[in-house]
């Protein structure tokens, strides 16, 4: 990375240390599998294991950059010998890469062990001590100097390596007149078509110095194309996390408040001299220019279960590319697959006003994702599982929590006592159903993406619990039916309550397992032996899904949502309706079309469905709350107003449990790991004020 001006030696500082962790985060994807790069071990240093969720984020920035690089190559290199020296008058060397703030990457490396550098030569600029050091390892590493062939011209100025096909260059990028003389000092030719290529360095400059090299390439390069990887989205949670990330570490994502999405950035090349501009996000990049079987690997090569931080991660980059004067266009962002494309919400139907449970500021044990958190009486809510922060430590939770309302304010507290962790086992993913005053069911969830389901429990409780005097919560494993085994063998799934015949039943439904990445299997559970019990279902079977809501409505079930088969978001609706004989899969329409999302979560109330929050891919907004009447299928979308908070509102990973009486949604916990960027916990319960909807709708 190569940024800022000569004399900000502190912000270069903190800039190229962005540039060596992300070498690192290449290297370990490379030594999973997820890229194939033997040059990154020699070019990293240092090794050190990441996690499934960087080495996946950084599989996609690799092979969004490879992907436009060699669409340039080929595309230009297969031009007739006669057509290319008609185009441009050169024979020798007809074509320039010229990478700006490369750090330690491996580009030129994997391109010419790929035999695809013919007629190329690639220029690398960055911090003269990063070129120093990069020049010193290709000397001292045979397999890289091999590739590299030294010409001993290294060592001249700012020229720190210099081979036949290889100019390693120490510049400050900000500099630009500086930068056009080292060029042309090593032997650059403008004439002749160049690729630009930048990622994740514009964003450290100042606007009008980035704006400025932006403008020069286009200037000074008659046949040019410009290729952008970056963040953008500066305005919601994630992207709030990620800023104030960056912030942290003293090198401030700096274009985000100028061009702070896709379109703006697509303009930006525009109007500075660029006459073709195409932009994508990662999440439409990952399913439109990735091929299905190449989809499926990556997605099978680690246990993963953290596809909310994924998709959002995905969602706050960019890969962008310009040109001008190419002949043909050059186009490497037209999809390769032909995928549905969801609009995003038609408009906002209004707002709904988020505000901090009174009186619960600070309160222990709630700052979770991943929990589950039901009402057990009037006025009285559990919440169990998840993973968070105890004790100042981020671990799975064993403890449980009680909230309690005690004239007309929200009293909290942890409970601890009689909780063994081999019966509990401190799980993710669960789901609990209330059955009585002092009894409720725990289905399914995990510990870790590779463990086996935890199967199921008891949690009993006194007819007294409250926050004011907490009794003991027992917890007591639950002996299945070998057939009903499997129901409970799984996380991400849904149980809900439903009667058959005047008979109450729990059905399982979806999830997914260590083994299966998707279910769309279910069972029926009678109610309170939990008997595995045969009824028959007929209509057009859902689609597998995960991550979906679950709600009860006249006897029946409603699935919406959900995340498939392909980790892509679903949008349909589904009532599960009794019929004399059994059940029958019924689709709901909605219109306009409910936005697919997945990781929300649900309630009904006096014929409507309440979705509350969730991850969608249109980066533009996030999910609010989304009613839909059941009766005509209207659905409308409704921002959540969080102007009152102090602390960015993730609505994904989290719980809510709906008050009717109030007309008011609690919402518990949520969030998750966003990235490398650190780990935000929505520290209070949030109290949002449906009245307004739930009378105009």
């Not at 020069?216 to 290729?227: D, I, K, R, S, V």
């Not at 800023?243 to 700096?254: G, T």
């Not at 379109?263 to 990735?290: P, Y």
Request: aromatic residues 10%; negative net charge; proline residues 5%.
């Amino acid at each position: 990375m190569l940024v800022g001006s000569g004399s900000a030696v502190s912000l270069s500082r903190q800039v190229q240390g962005t540039g060596g962790s992300s070498a690192v985060s290449k290297c370990s994807a490379a030594a999973r599998g997820y890229i194939q790069d033997r040059f990154l071990r020699l070019l990293a240093g240092r090794r050190r294991r990441r996690a499934p969720l960087i080495h996946r984020g950084y599989y996609i920035r690799a092979r969004a950059v490879d992907h436009c690089v060699q669409d340039f190559l080929l595309k230009t290199q297969s031009l007739p010998r006669t057509q290319v020296h008609f185009l441009w008058g050169y024979w020798h060397f007809p074509l320039n890469i010229l990478s700006l703030g490369a750090g330690f990457d491996s580009l030129y490396f994997r391109l010419k062990d790929m035999g695809l550098l013919r007629h190329t030569v690639v220029y690398e600029v960055d911090f003269p001590n990063v070129a120093c050091q990069k020049a010193t390892l290709i000397k001292r590493m045979k397999e890289l100097s091999a590739l590299v062939g030294d010409t001993g011209g290294e060592g001249l100025g700012a020229i720190t390596f210099s081979g036949e096909d290889y100019k390693l260059l120490g510049v400050d990028l900000s500099e630009l007149s500086e930068l056009e003389r080292t060029l042309e000092e090593a032997g650059l030719n403008n004439e002749i078509p160049t690729l630009f290529i930048a990622e994740v360095v514009l964003t450290y400059m100042e606007n009008t110095r980035s704006d400025a090299l932006i403008q020069w390439a286009a200037e000074h390069f008659p046949q040019a194309c410009f290729l952008v990887y970056e963040q953008v989205h500066p305005e919601d949670p994630f992207g709030s996390v990620m800023q104030q990330h960056f912030s942290q570490l003293n090198c401030a994502l700096r274009s985000l408040a100028q061009y702070p999405d896709c379109e703006a950035q697509q303009r930006r090349f525009l109007g500075k001299g660029w006459t073709d501009c195409s932009v994508m996000d990662m999440n439409e990049f990952f399913t439109c220019c990735i091929p299905e079987d190449e989809q499926q690997r990556v997605q099978t090569l680690e246990p993963f279960d953290e596809y909310e931080e994924w998709h959002l991660k995905c969602s706050h980059y960019f890969v962008l590319a310009a040109s001008k004067g190419m002949e043909p266009s050059w186009t490497p962002l037209l999809p390769s697959v032909t995928v549905p494309r969801h609009a995003g919400p038609v408009g906002m139907a209004g707002s709904v006003p988020a505000a901090v449970c009174a009186r619960l500021s600070g309160s222990p044990g709630l700052r979770r994702y991943g929990h589950h958190s039901v009402l057990i009486k009037p006025g009285v809510i559990l919440t169990t599982g998840g993973f968070g922060e105890e004790n100042g430590q981020h671990c799975r939770m064993r403890n449980f929590h009680v909230l309690s309302k005690l004239e007309g304010y929200w009293k909290a507290v942890c409970v601890t006592q009689n909780i063994p962790d081999k019966r509990w086992g401190e799980r993710l993913y669960h789901t609990v159903s209330c059955l009585s005053d002092t009894l409720a069911l725990v289905v399914g969830g995990r510990t870790s993406p590779s463990s086996a389901g935890l199967g199921m429990l008891w949690l009993k409780f006194p007819k007294t619990c409250n926050a004011s005097d907490p009794d003991d919560v027992s917890v007591e494993p639950v002996s299945l039916q070998p057939a009903a085994e499997a129901a409970a063998s799984r996380w991400r799934h849904s149980t809900t309550e439903m009667t058959f015949k005047g008979e109450q039943y729990l059905f399982v439904y979806g999830g997914r397992s260590a083994l299966e990445p998707v279910l769309g299997d279910w069972y029926f559970l009678h109610t309170p032996e939990l008997s595995y019990t045969a009824i028959a279902v007929e209509g057009p079977v859902p689609e597998s899904r995960h991550s979906h809501s679950a709600c009860s409505w006249e006897g029946g079930v409603l699935i919406a949502g959900g995340l498939g088969a392909a980790e892509q978001p679903l949008g349909s609706v589904f009532l599960l309706r009794e019929l004399e004989h059994g059940f029958q899969w019924q689709t709901i329409e909605t219109h306009p079309p409910l936005v697919p999302r997945y990781s929300h979560t649900a309630h009904v109330h006096e014929g409507k469905l309440l979705l509350v929050g969730g991850v969608w891919f249109h980066a533009s907004s996030v999910p609010g709350i989304t009613v839909i009447d059941l009766m005509t299928g209207l659905c409308l979308d409704y921002v959540i107003n969080v102007g009152h908070l102090e602390w960015p509102l993730m609505l994904h990973n989290h719980s809510s449990v709906f008050l009717p009486n109030e007309k008011e949604l609690l919402v518990i916990g949520g969030g998750g790991n966003c990235f490398s960027f650190g780990t935000h916990l929505n520290p209070e319960p949030v109290a949002l004020r449906l009245s307004s909807i739930l009378i105009s709708h």
